[in-house]
C-alpha cells in the first residue's frame, strides 16, 4: 500500500490477462479507482492484444449444390461454440437468446465478428441476390441483441447486395452500444456503380445509414471474389492481381498487387470453395495461402509494406502420407480451401469428398479435420473495457 500512484500503475499494466485484470480491480478500492481510470484503460489496451474468448463455427458441413447453374450453399443445423481454452465457459456464448434460433437454428448465419460482437442474418427463405439482409448485431455474452433497419432506397434502383461488415464505432473502438454495420451494394441506375452504406450506432441514439464511396475499390466491386478475413480487414481479389481490402477500422477499401509469382488469371475462382486464402497467422500477421496446380501450398508473407514474399511451400502429396484415409487418387485435381481461420485451413480433395485435413500455417504441420467447421471460423472476443465502476470512498 505505500507503493505510488504512478508506480502502482505500472505495475497493473504488466497484467497480460484481461482477466486477471478484472480479478485484480476487486483486491482493493484503491487498485479498483487505478484500473477503472480512462488513462488507465488506454494505456492498457495499448499494451495487450485482446482476450480471444473462442470461434464459433457451423456444426455441419456447408453442403454446396447446384440449382440450375447456380452454387447454392446448405447447413442442416446451427453454430456452435469453441472457447480458447478451459476458464472460458460455453453456456456464455451461446445463442440461444436469438429469436427463433432454438426452433430454426439452420436460418441463422454468421456474416461478420468484430471484438465482442456478432453482426447475424435471419434467412425466413433462400435469399435473392437484390434482397436486403436481415440484420441482427448482438453481444453472447451478455444476451443483448438489435436488429438493424434495412437501407430504404427508391423503387427506380435496383441493387444487388454483395457483403455485410462489422466496423469499429467512434474512437476506433467497437462495443454493442458503438459500432458501425457497412453494406455494398451494386446499384443499376442508367448504368452499373457500386456503393457502400453505413449503419452508425452511437449510445442506441441517432443511429442512421448514411451512402459512401469506396474509393479506388469502386469499380472493382462488381467483380471481387472472397479471398478471406483477417482480425482487421477483409480481402478480395478483383483483376489482374490485385488484392482489395476494407479495412474495419477505417471504413476504407485499399488495393494492392498479389505476389507476382502467381498466374492469379489461371486459378478456378468459385463462391464456396476456392484455392487462395488470406488469414492471419499465429503471429498476428496476414499470410496468402495458395494451393498450387501441382498441389503444394505456398505461403507468402509481407514485412514492413513490403512486395509479398514466399515464405513456405509444403508438397501436400507427401505430407498427408500418413494420414488416415489418404488416397493418391485425391491429388488427381487441385484441391480446395474449404474452412479458414485463425492460423489455419482445412482443405478436401473435392467439394463433395469426405476427406478434410488442415494445415497450421506456422508449422506447416497437417492433420485430419472434421468437414464440420463451415466457410469461415469466426473469432469472438471478450467484451473491452469491461464493464467495471470505481468504488464510492477511499
Known sequence: MEVPDEILSLILERIDS??????????????????????????????HSSTIAGNYHYDTPAQ?????????????????????????????????FLPGMIDFPSHWDIHDSRGSLLLMNYRESSPLPHRHPNMFVCEPLTRRFRRIPPPSYSNDDIHTFRGSYLIDGADSHISFSN????????????DYFSFATVFNEVGGAGSSWSDKTIGDAEPLLPVMSFLGCSKDSWHFYALDGILATLNKSTREFSTSLLPSTEDWSSLPWKKYYMNVGVIDSHDGATRIIVISEDNSAKVFARRDGSEWALEKR?????????????????FNHRLCISTSGPGFVILTAQPSAPWFFSIDLKTMKVALAASDMGHIVYQSELPWPPALKACLGN
Request: with cysteine; proline share 3%; hydrophobic share 40%.
Open 18 to 47: 484481461h482477466i486477471s485484470l478484472i480479478c485484480a480491480a476487486a483486491v482493493c478500492k484503491r487498485w479498483r479507482h487505478t484500473i477503472t481510470n480512462t488513462d488507465f484503460l488506454c494505456r492498457y489496451r495499448s499494451l
Open 64 to 96: 454446396s449444390y447446384l440449382i440450375g447453374s447456380r452454387a447454392q450453399v446448405r447447413r442442416s443445423v446451427g453454430l456452435v461454440f469453441v472457447p480458447s481454452s478451459p476458464s472460458i465457459h460455453t453456456r456464455h456464448f451461446t445463442l440461444d
Open 179 to 190: 459500432f458501425r454495420v457497412m453494406c455494398l451494394f451494386i446499384r443499376r441506375h442508367d
Open 314 to 330: 509444403v508438397m501436400l502429396s507427401e505430407v498427408t502420407r500418413g494420414l488416415s484415409g489418404y488416397r493418391p487418387s485425391f
